[in-house]
């Protein structure tokens, strides 16, 4: 019995070590302190946004890739209502202005408040299709607004084919919609936010050629009257998914290549 004791254990052994590393790096995230207090009420708001961005001599780098340096004096202007800063990260050097004042000194909070983003894996929860439109306003959105968000974001059609319509639970990550319906899921919740400023992370690049049309059909109508910030690979295969009568973008080389 003791050597089978010994042998079963000793089977196990790799994966208590593996869970062991694991538990290190759960403690290690939740005891990382961000340089960005996201509970901090103080900063200013502004009572008219107008969406202008402008970043000044701008130098930074991701926090976890210090050797490669993704921005180095970095100036650009864009201004309102056209197209081409969440504040997730701390630049390096410089500084980034909206509506002519830094950042740094608005609310943090009512700061992401003006910027919607539509990424390239759009992150949806394990509710109903209403409910996950209503998130982009805190849960507060009304009926009204989350019919026009879905409408413009052509995803009307499709839910009201579904069973249970906006009841519908989209599973886990929207594990129960396609790409292209959860894409448009994210496109319309954005647009219950009703942000100034717009960020088009990749928003098109995984999807087929059918879904790619109608959601761009869907990204255009949103980007009118916006401030949008287009975020595309250096990939020429994806320069034509994104809104081309921009008058900037932001081109991320892949830079997989130094790592």
């Given amino acids: 019995m003791t050597a089978l004791g010994i042998s079963?254990?000793?089977?196990?052994?790799?994966?208590?070590?593996?869970?062991?590393n694991a538990t290190v790096s759960i403690f290690a995230i939740i005891d990382h302190k961000s340089k960005i207090d996201t509970s901090d009420e103080s900063g200013m708001t502004l009572e008219n946004?107008?969406?202008?961005?402008e970043f000044c001599h701008v130098s930074f780098k991701y926090p976890l890739m210090p050797d490669i340096q993704i921005f180095q004096d970095l100036n650009l202007s864009i201004h309102a209502a056209r197209n081409c800063i969440s504040n997730y990260n701390q630049i390096d050097i410089g500084r980034i202005t909206f509506d002519g004042v830094e950042i740094q000194k608005f609310k943090l909070e009512w700061l992401r408040q003006q910027m919607g983003l539509v990424s390239q894996e759009p992150i949806l929860f394990n509710d109903t299709i209403r409910a996950n439109f209503a998130f982009g306003k805190e849960g507060n959105a009304t009926e009204a607004e989350i019919y026009a968000a879905s409408?413009?974001?052509?995803?009307?059609?499709f839910i009201s084919t579904l069973q249970q319509g906006y009841d519908t639970m989209v599973g886990?990550?929207?594990?129960?919609?396609?790409?292209?319906?959860?894409?448009?899921?994210?496109?319309?919740r954005t647009i219950v936010k009703s942000p100034k400023i717009l960020l088009l992370d990749e928003a098109t690049n995984a999807l087929d050629a059918e879904s790619e049309i109608v959601v761009q059909d869907a990204l255009d109508r949103v980007m009118k009257n916006r401030t949008k910030v287009v975020v595309a690979s250096g990939e020429p295969r994806n320069f034509n998914q994104v809104?081309?009568?921009?008058?900037?973008?932001?081109?991320?080389?892949q830079f997989i290549e130094y790592m």
């Fill in 8 to 20: 079963q254990s000793s089977s196990i052994a790799p994966d208590c070590s593996k869970a062991k």
């Fill in 49 to 53: 946004v107008k969406g202008e961005i």
């Fill in 151 to 157: 409408k413009l974001a052509n995803a009307h059609n």
């Fill in 172 to 188: 886990e990550r929207g594990i129960q919609l396609s790409e292209g319906q959860k894409q448009r899921v994210a496109i319309a």
């Fill in 243 to 253: 809104d081309m009568s921009c008058n900037a973008m932001l081109l991320l080389l």
